[in-house]
């Protein structure tokens, strides 16, 4: 392995969980999460020499969105083929029930009800810890719309969460 | 955000990639990189204009030295010598000369040894072997 590669590896090792988390989140499926984490590393890769270190975490950040959203499009569009036309299909995408998801059942189907869009702004302000502010310049957005979007997501999944926050609360009652 | 908010993120932030994640990465980035080596990657434009640099001399060299005739004329006499000029033929040995400096140049920065060989090598001698070929004086004429 050249000592580029090897360098490159440390990069992999500090950014492929946030990265992978992201994608994960975004389309609820492990394989195509990490071919599309695979797919931002080696464009990073490619340009290694123009991606400063200290921007690698938001570059890859926004790149993996992007891939996300593109490979989610794309699988709008073949469902299209299969049933009449629906312009807002791409924000209710059916993600699929994948029972080697790494997200707990019942948090991956709360954020099946979320746009894949508002899955990434989840993802990244809570999952990765980036602040609004940081979000809405990695995304072109202001940070009163990344506010506004997470305040709907999280009211999303707060609603989606609550019937399996009563059954656990139901089952610890009922254990004690 | 509350305590329950935040309770039911925990997720999010325990996600790890899956196993061997890495060595993988670092596969396809070795693998981008050797596709990326090759001269189509690297210079696409100056392969095909080497390219067509060469088809061009080609056809020259052979539209001068009168294999290729037009349509509708008719095939010379089988004993009918050439009708190219010396002056002509030496032009058109200048202008391949040419030709081929210039697309060797191009392939040299594009580094590639099997277009350098053929452009540099067989082509020349293909080239060189059929001129000698059409105004060899001890050749019988074509048919």
């Known amino acids: 392995m050249n000592s580029d590669l090897q360098e490159f590896a440390d990069v992999v090792r500090a950014h492929q ?6 994608a994960l989140a975004t389309v609820r499926d492990p394989d195509d999460a990490a071919d599309i984490a695979q797919e931002a590393f080696v464009r990073l890769w490619r340009r290694r020499d123009e991606v400063a270190a200290k921007a690698h975490r938001p570059w890859l950040m926004k790149v993996t969105r992007n891939l996300c959203l593109d490979h989610l499009r794309r699988r709008t569009r073949d469902l299209r083929r299969m049933g009449p036309h629906d312009p807002e299909a791409l924000d209710r995408v059916p993600a699929p029930a994948d029972p080697e998801s790494i997200l707990p059942d019942d948090f991956d189907r709360a954020l099946g009800a979320l746009s894949p869009r508002a899955r990434s702004l989840v993802s990244l302000h809570y999952g990765q810890g980036f602040k609004l502010d940081e979000i809405a310049a990695m995304l072109g957005m202001t940070t009163g ?3 506004v979007a997470l305040h709907r997501a999280r009211r999303t999944l707060r609603q989606s969460l609550a019937p399996a926050r009563t059954l656990a609360g139901h089952g610890q009652e009922n254990g004690s | 955000m509350t305590p329950d908010d935040r309770h039911d993120m925990e997720p999010l932030r325990r996600v790890k990639a899956p196993a061997g994640f890495t060595d993988r990465v670092l596969a396809a980035c070795a693998a981008d990189d050797a596709s990326r080596r090759t001269p189509f990657h690297r210079r696409p434009a100056a392969l095909w204009r080497a390219a067509g640099l060469g088809l061009a001399a080609v056809l020259a060299v052979l539209m001068l030295t009168g294999r290729v005739r037009s349509p509708g ?4 006499a089988s004993t009918a010598p050439s ?5 002509d033929l030496q032009q058109a040995r200048r202008q391949l000369g040419w030709t081929l400096a210039v697309t060797t140049g191009v392939i040299d920065r594009s580094s590639d040894r099997a277009l350098r060989d053929i452009f540099d090598h067989r082509l020349p001698d293909a080239i060189n072997r059929s001129l000698h070929q059409t105004f060899d ?4 004429g074509r048919s």
Not at chain 1, 17 to 22: I, M, N, Q, S
Not at chain 2, 73 to 76: G, H
Not at chain 2, 83 to 87: A, D, I, N, Q
Not at chain 2, 137 to 140: A, E, L, Q, S, T
Request: glycine letters at 4%; aromatic letters at 4%; zero cysteines.
């Open chain 1, 17 to 22: 969980d946030a990265v992978y988390g992201l």
């Open chain 1, 145 to 147: 719309a990344v506010k």
């Open chain 2, 73 to 76: 004329e008719r095939p010379q």
């Open chain 2, 83 to 87: 009708v190219v000029p010396e002056k």
């Open chain 2, 137 to 140: 004086p001890n050749r019988k």
